[in-house]
């Protein structure tokens, strides 16, 4: 079946239950309770999102988020935030480490967590654009959007040899 690529400014969307979208193209056709997933979830998180039916089936598909109108860019990544979300590490309040498994005590967007993170190697991904992906040992994930952006101390308990 051959993938349905949507001119940004033929589209309008709006939120539809918090993780699902509506989308009206400008020749009339309309798609409800769609669900916005990205198809490069670690990078491209602003290109290629996929709208999915109900029944499971791809209907559109945006290359760029940022080529929406603005309220259509807003109501997606909304839904976008919503369906990803990924508190973001604004902290590191402790680590300590017992047997090669660290313990982090970290402050995030969504409150205080605890966490261990069993195979550093696996677990800590850094990425090309400055952000960082963490796995614990629950996998739940993490993200640290820019590692400079961090206190010093912070920085220094997360890449001890800098």
């Known amino acids: ?3 349905n690529f949507i001119d940004e400014h033929q589209i309008k969307l709006t ?3 918090k993780i ?3 989308a009206e193209l400008y020749t009339g056709e309309k798609f409800t309770m769609l669900e916005p997933h990205r198809l490069f979830p670690v990078s491209g998180l602003m290109k290629y999102i996929s709208l999915i039916d109900e029944e499971g089936n791809e209907q559109l598909i945006i290359r760029n988020v940022d080529n929406l109108l603005p309220e259509s860019k807003e109501a997606l990544l909304s839904c976008l935030n919503e369906r990803y979300m ?8 402790k680590r300590t480490e017992k047997f090669l498994i660290w313990m982090w005590t970290v402050e995030t967007d969504r409150g205080e967590f605890t966490f261990e993170i069993i195979n550093s190697y696996q677990s800590i991904k850094i990425l090309y654009d400055g952000r960082i992906l963490i796995k614990d040992g629950n996998d739940n994930r993490y993200e ?3 590692l400079y952006a961090l206190d010093k101390r912070s920085i220094k308990l997360i890449l001890p040899d800098v």
């Open 15 to 17: 939120v539809n239950d």
């Open 144 to 146: 640290i959007p820019d």
């Open 1 to 3: 079946m051959p993938r």
């Open 86 to 93: 990924i508190p973001k590490i604004t902290r590191l309040v």
């Open 20 to 22: 699902y979208i509506d």
